[in-house]
């Protein structure tokens, strides 16, 4: 008899609506997720295209639908260390990180209130500093705090330990191992950037302010940095001549052959951050081509309405300019046919979307395709959801997401 | 009915400190006599928790009152089937937005706590509905590539399926394709449709029943009990449904291509027609221009992208290679949208030696029986002019199977108009015996999506689903996944539907409207109103609910003027109450009352997340949560002003073409019939401003601590409520 749940590996908005749809058929479900909180990327993004609404509260449905449904258990600091057996009956071993806190924390958040030191904020790309002990991000769900143990001077210091009244600090937590016997197994653990280190033509990440797209998302958050204001990095100033450079790494030989599908539309969105809050500052666009699918048409059109400039092709290097901290842009003139060099007191860089899977594999003897995507079903009762099978936006990922679901509900019905 | 209340008040969090306790359990204790009070300092502990259960069953409480912290926290941990819950929320709401150890926050916190009580006294843990021989068939409307794989992979989950194609045959668009673009990694070279293959696989399959050559009759019912009927070549078949999918794909735009010399030169084809030809073998051209967006991205023609055009280009650039290997490609284009990892496909295109050029076609002609093409071209500046061409292909886009309904839709009621509607579309799809209309609504140029980021398989037809080429444009391969995505919300649906409950986005919600008809006035405003077109009507007007179609947000209750509409956990007559047990302070102690009712998908969270950070505002607001604005029904606003209420706020989401409510029109349909109230206060010279509606969204929580205090300053200008003390 086939064990008829489902594993669910990753948090982001692929695993949750995995998660979720699965146990809305009636199938019981563990959500694996290595981070402290659900949510995934798109907790850290703004706004989604092309509404310009927010994120959280989609997910504030979603966790709704996870909070109501007792079939859904969710593990977070939780990593997928093994996977054997097969379709219909996986033996998988889950790692659970410390949190330090304990289930009964409440999330007052008075540990963080006598915290004497602090680290550098992940959520946030360490542009600020939260305490140690932290609430991972303000929309955190479980609403629980966590303790950073590199950052935390530990038992010697206990302050949090002390003013908690509940009792819920642990400061000596270790990790333990949980076995969990299942029928499918959905991995969604996402993507990663493309790291900017490798674009040696645009730096290797050395200039200040030439940020990624992700990083952009951050600034123009109201629970960002910056509390939303988008300032360029070395020195706080506003911007007031930015560019963006599509297809930073990938549409590219030597680094992503692939497309990542949503830089366009996200490039698109962060024109619109740009001009809310400086409606006259200059835009200057580098592309290939523009892919705003469907009926991304209409927001596309609604951007072109700003005066933006764009210019067709790749620049062939980004530096920057020591003394000013300037962004220096070499590109060609389509007309001229020569190299121009334009400055620019911000550029952001649409990198694109490496599979997750890039740097942590599937514990499995699954298979990658030529852009290293994980191929779904591959081994029999393993599907891949959202980003980490291919990369796309969020309405295709909860659309794949769902997808996978089904697969994985055949697989506990033959297996 | 009997019932037996408890009120537990948690003092942990800093509650204990900066709200008076004892005088909080006094208002549960002495003014609304609940027998069994008890207070804890960490109620959401495994002893808190024990205390609360030790004291539902010793006392036989069947409602209760949790005064602790927000709802949205410790769910998992305050969760007790069968009784019906209140959650007041002294912590996000009060102690952490108000002053500690102030008169108005104790005010404020035993406001709060008197209206979760009047909710558990007038409400109770509903029994869900199940209707009768119900069905977990689903039902597929489309034979197509979406269609096929719908059906197939719920019957693969055990579901049984039937799939219902007008043509003689099953495959759709499959069966017009020489091959098709590439469904899988590498994403490089086309394939062959198999439509053999496919539809073997479905005769295969003994879940999956097929009608050929058969419509769709019409349809009615609800999830789990939709009754269909089926017209194969005259002949009806009756077949009971739990779920249905719509994949009737879209057809070719083939109208306003004249521009492009379409219906002049006979060898300006569409991308159809190359098909044809690839299929019969025989291209019969040595240079092929195609012209990408042909009547696209075109505000006078198809204003969106049908995002398979550049995909289905690249193919046939790769078919003409193989074909005709000496002829050559030119493909103009505007961008070449072959997104994702179809970045191979179009290299692999390229190195057909197929040449791109970039800009917008300025002339198309003939001369000596060959075809000429000129266009911008940007990549090298100036223009490009390309000459003795023997066929030019249109990448005309696609237009949704769902379009041609809307003129049906539209002439609704008037025979004649319905009937050449009807003549112009060939037939209706669904034909759904809905009050609110026969088909699927459209969102936006004829495609019935809905809420298409977070959610694209909501619907607003509970238990339909659209899939494929009818619901967005898309290419195969996304017609693949959108389709078998389908086929697992048409499953989910069948079994929540078998368990009573509610689907997304108050997904396992258990209650439903039930209607008191004896007092109804035939207004119809219900059946107008639904957002989800769950409610029939018969002839004289009387609303018929049809419960499994039902999603629970209330709009109905909110509609209705004679108050007939009643959740058991929900009320026009139990938030009246809320309301009414408020204690609003003669005009002489100058405490102004605020009423908000706030909707708690996305207000009632960033009323949450301004306690989180610590924000302070107004402390003469009493907030009342209610499941969308659209279930506002007036007769609150009206208790809430006769009761001396200065203000009443109102928290709702965004609406618009952009709208972010969760049950579509809930907060439009709540502004419309604020604008008869504001006419109504200033007959009564009261400020119609008292009432003010506001868009909110979750990430607005910063915002509201300002909206919560300039609604005050105003108030006070007003002065006082001049009904207040009547």
């Excluded at chain 2, 492009?260 to 159809?272: E, F, Q, R, S």
């Excluded at chain 2, 009712?597 to 924000?615: F, Q, S, T, V």
């Excluded at chain 2, 604005?629 to 007036?634: E, P, Y």
């Amino acid at each position: 008899m086939a064990n008829k749940s489902i594993l669910v590996v990753g948090g982001g908005i692929s695993g949750i609506t995995a998660a979720v749809e699965a146990a809305e058929v009636g199938y019981e479900v563990f959500l694996v997720e290595k981070n402290a909180y659900l949510g995934g990327k798109v907790s850290q993004i703004n706004e989604y295209f092309p509404k310009l609404c927010p994120p959280n509260c989609g997910l504030e449905i979603n966790f709704q639908r996870i909070r109501k449904n007792s079939k859904i258990r969710v593990l977070t600091l939780a990593e997928v260390e093994g996977i054997s057996g097969q379709e219909g009956n996986f033996d998988v071993t889950v790692k659970l990180n410390p949190r330090y806190t304990t289930d009964g924390c409440t999330g007052c958040g008075k540990c963080a209130e006598v915290c004497p030191v602090e680290r550098a904020d992940a959520f946030n790309f360490g542009l600020n500093k939260t305490k140690a002990a932290y609430l991972p991000q303000p929309f955190a769900f479980p609403m629980k705090y966590v303790i950073d143990n590199t950052a935390c001077t530990g038992a010697s210091c206990g302050k949090c330990a002390e003013v908690c009244e509940v009792k819920a600090v642990d400061l000596g937590m270790t990790a333990k191992t949980m076995n969990l016997n299942v029928g499918a197994v959905i991995w969604a653990t996402g993507w990663d950037s493309y790291p900017v280190e490798k674009l040696a033509n645009y730096g290797s990440g050395t200039v200040t302010n030439a940020i990624s797209n992700i990083m952009m998302e951050r600034l123009a958050s109201l629970t960002g940095p910056t509390s939303g204001k988008i300032v360029r990095p070395s020195d706080n100033k506003e911007p007031q001549n930015i560019a963006f450079v599509q297809c930073a790494g990938s549409r590219d030989e030597s680094h992503q052959k692939a497309c990542s599908s949503v830089c366009c539309m996200a490039t698109l969105k962060h024109i619109s951050y740009v001009k809310k809050q400086y409606p006259d500052a200059k835009v200057t666009i580098y592309y290939m081509d523009i892919r705003a699918m469907g009926k991304h048409e209409d927001f596309y059109n609604k951007i072109k309405e700003y005066d933006i400039t764009m210019i067709k092709g790749k620049p062939s290097e980004i530096k920057e300019d020591a003394e000013t901290k300037d962004v220096i842009v070499l590109a060609e003139n389509q007309i001229t046919q020569e190299i121009t060099e334009l400055k620019y007191d911000l550029v952001v860089l649409a990198t694109g979307m490496a599979p997750a899977t890039a740097a942590a594999q599937v514990p499995a003897a699954v298979g990658y395709d030529v852009d290293g995507f994980v191929l779904s079903g591959s081994v029999p009762g393993i599907y891949a959801a959202g980003c980490v099978a291919k990369p796309g936006d969020v309405a295709s990922s909860v659309q794949g997401a769902t997808a996978a679901v089904i697969k994985a509900i055949q697989s506990t019905v033959r297996g | 009915m009997a019932k037996k209340l408890g009120f537990f008040l948690c003092t942990g969090c800093g509650i204990g400190e900066a709200l008076d306790a004892a005088a909080l359990t006094k208002v549960a204790a002495k003014e609304y006599k609940v027998p069994v009070c008890k207070e804890h300092g960490y109620l959401c502990s495994a002893e808190g928790v024990e205390l609360i259960k030790t004291e539902i069953e010793a006392q036989g409480v069947d409602g209760f009152v949790i005064a602790a912290c927000s709802n949205r926290v410790n769910g998992d941990v305050f969760k007790f089937p069968g009784v019906f819950v209140d959650r007041v929320n002294l912590r996000e709401q009060v102690i952490w937005v108000h002053e500690a150890d102030d008169e108005d926050t104790q005010m404020l916190a035993e406001d709060q706590i008197r209206m979760g009580l009047e909710k558990i006294k007038a409400g109770e843990a509903p029994a869900p509905y199940v209707g009768e021989n119900l069905s977990k068939t689903v039902l597929v409307v489309g034979g197509g590539l979406a269609g096929m794989t719908a059906a197939l992979e719920a019957a693969k989950a055990g579901y049984p399926a039937v799939l219902v194609e007008k043509e003689a045959a099953l495959g759709g668009w499959l069966n017009k394709v020489y091959k098709t673009t590439p469904m899988a990694a590498p994403f490089a070279v086309p394939e062959d449709p198999n439509v053999a293959g496919r539809i073997a696989e479905i005769e295969a399959n003994s879940n999956i029943k097929v009608y050929t050559g058969a419509v769709i009759e019409k349809i009615a019912g609800g999830p789990g009990m939709f009754d269909a009927e089926i017209n194969q070549g005259g002949n009806i078949v009756a077949e009971r449904v739990g779920a249905i999918i719509l994949a009737t794909g879209s057809k070719p735009n083939d109208v306003n291509l004249d521009y492009l010399g379409y219906g002049k030169y006979p060898n300006v084809i569409t991308h159809a027609e190359f098909e044809a030809k690839a299929k019969a073998g025989q291209i019969g051209a040595q240079k092929v221009a195609f012209i990408q967006c042909a009547g696209s991205r075109d505000a006078e023609r198809l204003a969106y992208c049908s995002a398979a055009c550049c995909v289905e280009t690249l193919k046939q650039t790769i078919i003409l290679k193989e074909l005709a290997p000496e002829a050559m490609s030119y493909v103009f284009y505007k961008d070449i949208r072959s997104s994702g990892q179809y970045e191979h496909f179009y290299k692999a295109a390229q190195e057909t030696g197929a040449v791109f050029i970039k800009g917008d076609i300025t002339g198309i002609s003939e001369a000596g029986g060959k075809l000429i093409v000129e266009s911008e071209d940007i990549l090298l500046g100036g223009n490009a002019k390309v000459e003795d061409i023997d066929l030019v292909v249109l990448a005309n886009g696609m237009i949704p199977t769902n379009k041609a309904t809307e003129a049906i839709v539209a002439a609704e009621g008037d025979a004649a108009g319905e009937a050449a509607a009807t003549q112009e579309a060939a037939e209706k799809i669904l034909n759904l015996q809905y009050r609110q209309g026969p088909e699927l609504p459209n969102l936006k140029y004829g495609f019935p999506d809905s809420h298409f980021i977070c959610f694209p398989y909501e619907t607003r037809r509970t238990g339909i689903y659209a899939c494929g080429s009818v619901r967005a444009p898309m290419d195969m391969a996304k017609a693949v996944g959108d389709a078998t995505g389908a086929a697992l919300k048409a499953i989910q649906c069948v079994e929540v539907t078998a368990g009573g409950a509610a689907v997304h986005p108050r997904s396992g919600d258990l209650s439903y409207p039930e209607f008191a008809l004896q007092r109804c006035t035939q207004c119809k405003r219900c059946t107008e109103e639904c957002p989800f077109g769950a409610i029939n009507e018969d002839a004289k007007g009387n609303p018929l609910p049809n419960p499994t179609r039902c999603r629970r947000c209330g709009t109905c209750m909110g509609a209705c003027p004679e108050r007939i509409i009643s959740f058991k956990n929900y009320s026009v007559a139990m938030i009246g109450n809320m309301v009414k047990a408020v204690e609003v302070p003669e005009e002489d102690e100058e405490k102004p009352r605020i009423l908000i009712l706030a909707c708690e998908n996305d207000a009632m969270p960033a009323l949450d997340m301004a306690g989180i950070n610590r924000l302070k505002y107004n402390s003469w607001v009493r907030i009342l949560p209610v499941r969308c604005l659209g279930s506002l029904n007036l007769v609150w606003v009206a208790d809430s002003m006769s009761k001396g209420f200065d203000g009443v706020l109102l928290l709702g989401c965004k609406h618009g073409d952009d709208y972010q409510c969760h049950f579509m029109k809930g907060s439009e349909l709540a502004e419309i019939r604020l604008s008869k109230v504001s006419e109504t206060l200033d007959r009564l010279g009261l400020e119609s401003d008292r009432v003010r509606m506001m868009q909110i969204n979750i990430m607005d929580y910063a915002e509201l601590p300002k909206i919560i205090d300039k609604f005050a300053e105003d108030l006070e200008e007003y002065g006082p409520n001049p009904m207040k003390g009547f």
